[in-house]
């Protein structure tokens, strides 16, 4: 059975974006690249390869079933108003870190606890924000390489969390269900710490697994 | 060279407390278990072996170079606030994880950003505090078994940190640096997610591991 769910990529063209999106089109997901401009955004599909293509990110957005956001935390704001009319009724997997330079090494979470909060504040009711990719380090994920980094997936829906643990696993990589939407928080404040430790410790892209025999729940809407 | 520094054990004849303890009496380190009641610090002490004391918890911090605090978030303001006069100028491991029942598996981090931070402020600056042991299984971390789970440390004083890196591998774990005290709502938030997918996933006791070949830093104060 072929999935035809068609899934955007909003900030495609940054680094996350476009190891993500390659990873999903390799996999044979139908995946379409949304930057800012329509340009670069085909330059970037076309360059990856897979079959991928380029749009800019209000009609990306329109166009996906799925649409995964993947910019800086301080485009976070304006990205999410400018899809929010095209987003109602969708799942939108939020990526976002709030990294606050130039202290990146240090925890500076929102005063809404998490991105991903903030996400679902923004985009309103209408809307089922997931977050997931926090940790994955976007220059590893861009090649076929064993990343060594879980995928944790936060959603209050879990339903739909299933849907993007499988997302996860689908672009070659271990997604977690790590519970509600507030429980983002912590996989949002360990980037921080993994940039940290990347520098103290010389890590090219340190990483986080859980550990522990994990078995898959016999629940259909988690596994 | 033998160390004479003396560990207090603040809460000790709780699981956690208990487990830490013994591991770091096994490893040969002078090690006092505090508890409300010395009767209890001095039966857990005399069971766990290995030359271990008790001491009612005032006692054991007063007696302590390092005085590691393992009780429940509910009880770490009344804790804190009765060894505070003992531990002026010395050095405090706060492990206090923010669980606040009966929610245990939904991140609820305190108003200051972590329990951690919040340890500074009650004990004042005439204390170091230095957080870590959050993500360990207590009932793994009691039996002489690989645990599977690294031990986060996080203070703002490197050269601290270091000295309880250094326990924490004493204790037969893998300590990394962790960066700055706020740093620490990372791995307390992680707990929740951990209990979240024991429950999820059927595991006892999932762990953290941070992935990518680390160099132990060649600064003395890291290493």
Redesign the interface.
């Given at each position: 059975m072929t999935d035809t769910t068609v899934i955007a990529v909003v900030g495609g063209t940054g680094k996350l974006g476009a190891a993500i999106a390659r990873r999903l089109a390799k996999a044979g997901r139908k995946v379409i690249i949304g930057s800012r401009s329509a340009e670069n955004a085909e330059n970037t599909a076309a360059e990856l390869g897979f079959g991928l293509t380029g749009k800019i990110n209000a009609d990306a957005a329109s166009a996906g079933d799925i649409v995964i956001v993947t910019v800086p935390f301080a485009a976070q704001d304006a990205t999410l108003a400018e899809i929010k009319p095209h987003v109602q009724g969708k799942i939108v997997v939020d990526t976002t870190v709030p990294l606050i330079p130039p202290k990146v090494?240090?925890?500076?979470?929102p005063a809404e606890?998490s991105a991903a909060v903030k996400a679902q504040h923004a985009l309103g009711e209408g809307v089922t924000v997931v977050s997931a990719f926090h940790n994955v380090a976007a220059h590893k994920l861009i090649i076929d390489q064993d990343i060594?980094?879980d995928v944790?997936v936060f959603g209050d829906d879990k339903t739909t969390r299933a849907k993007v643990v499988e997302l996860a696993n689908a672009a070659g990589l271990r997604g977690?269900?790590?519970?509600?939407l507030?429980?983002s928080?912590?996989?949002e404040?360990?980037t921080?710490?993994?940039i940290?430790?990347?520098k103290?410790?010389?890590?090219?892209?340190?990483?986080?697994?859980?550990?522990?025999?994990?078995?898959?729940?016999a629940d259909s809407k988690?596994a």
């Amino acid at each position: 059975m072929t999935d035809t769910t068609v899934i955007a990529v909003v900030g495609g063209t940054g680094k996350l974006g476009a190891a993500i999106a390659r990873r999903l089109a390799k996999a044979g997901r139908k995946v379409i690249i949304g930057s800012r401009s329509a340009e670069n955004a085909e330059n970037t599909a076309a360059e990856l390869g897979f079959g991928l293509t380029g749009k800019i990110n209000a009609d990306a957005a329109s166009a996906g079933d799925i649409v995964i956001v993947t910019v800086p935390f301080a485009a976070q704001d304006a990205t999410l108003a400018e899809i929010k009319p095209h987003v109602q009724g969708k799942i939108v997997v939020d990526t976002t870190v709030p990294l606050i330079p130039p202290k990146v090494m240090r925890v500076q979470l929102p005063a809404e606890g998490s991105a991903a909060v903030k996400a679902q504040h923004a985009l309103g009711e209408g809307v089922t924000v997931v977050s997931a990719f926090h940790n994955v380090a976007a220059h590893k994920l861009i090649i076929d390489q064993d990343i060594g980094c879980d995928v944790l997936v936060f959603g209050d829906d879990k339903t739909t969390r299933a849907k993007v643990v499988e997302l996860a696993n689908a672009a070659g990589l271990r997604g977690i269900h790590g519970g509600a939407l507030v429980n983002s928080a912590a996989a949002e404040a360990m980037t921080s710490l993994l940039i940290f430790i990347n520098k103290t410790y010389q890590v090219d892209g340190a990483g986080i697994k859980i550990t522990g025999n994990l078995v898959q729940p016999a629940d259909s809407k988690l596994a």
